[in-house]
């Protein structure tokens, strides 16, 4: 918002001057007594020299080794000011000094950056060295923002090099060296940037190696646990796991570029044939050990580059992404294994062919930073290989993303990436009403009488399985409880116009001049029997014209937008608010007039959707959450009686049990 205040500002400037220059040439012809020939020179002259102040301030800031973050915050400032100053004004009056000034930020800034990555590639720099080039990059990086970008490649790019020219344990001993900074830049930097990311492999299984299947099966809780049928299902799947590594990983060695997976492809394949196709019976469950295998083989063989880099260090295999025995057991839960014989054999009695897919409704709990992202994505992998179309469903738009993003290679590889979805629940929503078409196409084919082809569409018609990212999302005030209204956008010459004159006669405006106007008449007409729509619609329209200063929005990239849990919705619309609010802001010079006419139109509801039963729509139900235990016991009625999930499995910490014991009176 800052920035697009920035930029109404200078614009109107340049607007300003455009007009001086302007009334300069009606001189000529009419009396203009305020004004002098030399007034837009005057206000250049003071704008460049206010941009030279700017460059006498910035230069002993830039001169400084490490600058305080006060003096940061001017140069960002400064920086940004002089960039949008250069935007609207360079073209017309080049001679106002923000070329050189921002050239000599810009230099500056490249110059000190060049200078810590020459000590971070320098093969003769101590540890300390590179860990303080590579904290003052970060510095830089995080306190320029139009400069964080660059910084970070270049951080990226030192790395690199490090690894290039030091072999062996170097890198793991910059990662000690960082972690020791006080200020946390240096931890920063370790999560950040993907060349400790083998580190991370490395330092996660040096802190989880020593809780294994033996650890894992004792402290399993939950509903009807067959450890031994766990415990049996685990070291086959490890057993064929650890072969798969072993034979995979030798090929490596003799060919470092080449990771061949086809034949574990093959293998998955011949596994499930078609025929078993939309079936998860029990000849499917004994088939998953196996099934797990392969695809964490896969898995683990793709993400070996760090294991491939650390040739002749001891401990190698420490640096290759392996599933822990805790992840493995909670997957096979989720999908059927590890129950007691009654309780499996009630299950399987429902779970025949003539069904297409019977899974018992469950939830695990698995603590943050443990895995749940990768339970969930190998779940969703074998359910679509078994012929299901399953849809992973998160809180956070974000997390969603990234979680996809970071398997996508993975579901490519195996084929299943149609039949795999991540998103939020509006999205799950809107997967769900479009299935079979695009609901708001179709009500707007149904009014206007236009035939639209791609309003109709095919059903996929695979079994449904949800996954639950976080129990939570059950109980969020914007899910449980509330409902989904998608809008159609009827759109139409006689639309604009009706808007464009109710906006230019808001002042004095009342519903009744509205209706008498000639633009209502002709937009009424134009829809025919559907006119009681506009009708309708006017009413709407005249309250929100009155109140929709009242909603908070914002404004980026040419849109009006609205907060939505961690991120901004340019889908989201409140009534004629929104479209209001596109006029207003056109008129302030921070949206175009391209962008308020495709945000006109007449609202039609298509219905309203309840959060709450989407979940119904499903063939099964399986979830895991870090809070399960503590769920209310509300919500838990809800869960287990609302949602008919019944099964339950409290996974054991892979960092091993919490020995932190509090004082009472603390």
Known sequence: RTQHLREAYFSKLSSRLATLKQVSILKEHVTVSTFNDGTVQQCVSSIRIRVDEINNQITPILAKEQPTLRQYEDLRVYYDNLKCLDKFLYSTYPDIGTQTTINHIEHAISEKSYKFKEVVSNTSSKMEAVS???????????????????INESIDDA???????REGMSLSKLRQELEKDSDGIGLEIVSEHKCFKGEENLLRRQKT???????????????????????????????????ILKSNLDKIDKNSDLVDVSALISQIRRLIPATALGVFDRAAIGKVPSLLAQIFGIWTLKNSQHFKEMKGVDDRDMYLLQPHPAQVVCIFRLL???????????????????????LSKNLAQVSTGEGKSVILAITAIVLALFGMDVSSVCYSEYLSGR?????????????????????????????FINEKGDIRKRVVQLITGNKDPSASKVPNNRPKIILIDEVDVFFNQDFYGDTYTPL??????????????????????????????????????????WGFLIEEASKNIFVDLMTYQSHSYVVQQDKIGYKEQDGISFVIVYGYKTMFAYKHENELGRISAAS????????????????????????????V?????????????IIRDKYDIRRRSIMPSVYGENNRVFREEA
């Open 159 to 165: 790395l690199k090099s490090f690894k290039r020219k």
């Open 625 to 637: 959450t870090g809070t399960l235990q503590k769920l209310s016991p509300p919500q838990a009625t």
């Open 403 to 431: 979680d996809f993003s970071d398997f996508q290679p993975l579901f490519g590889e195996l084929g299943v990436h149609e039949y795999i979805h991540y998103g939020t629940f509006n999205k799950l929503c809107e997967e």
């Open 209 to 243: 190696s020593s809780q294994g299947i033996d650890y894992v099966i004792s402290k399993l809780d939950g509903d009807d646990v067959d450890r031994e049928g766990l415990r049996n299902s685990y070291d086959a799947f490890n057993n064929e796991y650890q072969s």
């Open 596 to 623: 308020v006419e495709q945000n006109i139109y007449i609202g039609v509801d298509c219905g309203k959707f309840s959060y709450a039963s989407i979940p119904h729509k499903f063939s099964s139900i399986i979830g």
């Open 132 to 150: 303080e080039g590579l904290i003052g990059m970060k510095i830089l990086a995080n306190n320029i923002p139009a400069f964080t970008d660059q």
């Open 336 to 358: 059927g294994i590890g129950y007691s014989s009654s309780v499996m054999s009630g299950l399987m009695q429902v779970v025949q062919r003539t069904e297409p897919i019977s």
């Open 488 to 529: 159609a956008k009827l759109t139409d010459p006689t639309i604009n116009k009706l808007i464009h004159w109710i906006w230019s006669n808001r002042t004095n405006l009342s519903h009744r001049k509205i209706v008498d106007s000639a633009e209502y008449t002709a937009c009424r007409n134009r829809f025919g029997v």
